[in-house]
C-alpha cells in the first residue's frame, strides 16, 4: 500500500512558476513508476509527466521545457517544478504509483494522491 499526498498547488499569474511536491508513504517510490497527471473541469485526466524505473522522464508535448520532475528519494518525495505557467494549465493536480517499469496511461497507476488545484490566471 501506498499513500501520497500532493501539496504546492495555488493561483499564479501567467508565465509564473508553482512547485508541487508528492510525499510518498508505505513503500519506497522507487519501486514504482510515478507519474503526474491533471484533470480541468469537464475535461479527461490528463497525462503530465513520469519517471519510470530506469529514472528516465517523460512528459507530454504540452509541458514539455516548461515543467521538470524531480526526486528527493531521502524523503521519498517526488517534485513537479511548473515554469512560464500559461492559463491552460489550470487543473487539479494528481501524482500516482503504478507498479510498471513505466507507463503514461492513467488506468495503469495504482494509488493516487488526492490532488492540489493549480489556477493560472491571464
Known amino acids: 500500500q501506498v499513500q501520497l499526498i500532493e501539496s504546492g498547488g495555488g493561483l499564479v499569474q501567467a508565465g509564473g512558476s508553482l512547485r508541487l511536491s508528492c510525499a510518498a508513504s508505505?513503500?519506497?517510490?522507487?519501486?514504482?513508476?510515478m507519474g503526474w497527471f491533471r484533470q480541468a473541469p469537464g475535461k479527461a485526466r490528463e497525462f503530465v509527466g513520469a519517471?519510470?524505473?530506469?529514472?528516465?522522464?517523460h512528459y507530454a508535448d504540452s509541458v514539455k521545457d516548461r515543467f521538470t520532475i524531480s526526486t528527493n528519494n531521502a524523503e521519498n518525495t517526488i517534485y513537479l517544478e511548473m515554469n512560464n505557467l500559461k492559463p491552460e494549465d489550470t487543473a487539479a493536480y494528481y501524482c500516482a504509483a503504478a507498479r510498471r517499469p513505466y507507463t503514461n496511461h492513467p488506468e495503469d497507476y495504482l494509488y493516487w494522491g488526492q490532488g492540489t488545484q493549480v489556477t493560472v490566471s491571464s
Open positions: 508505505g513503500r519506497a517510490f522507487t519501486s514504482f513508476t
Open positions: 519517471r519510470g524505473w530506469s529514472k528516465i522522464t
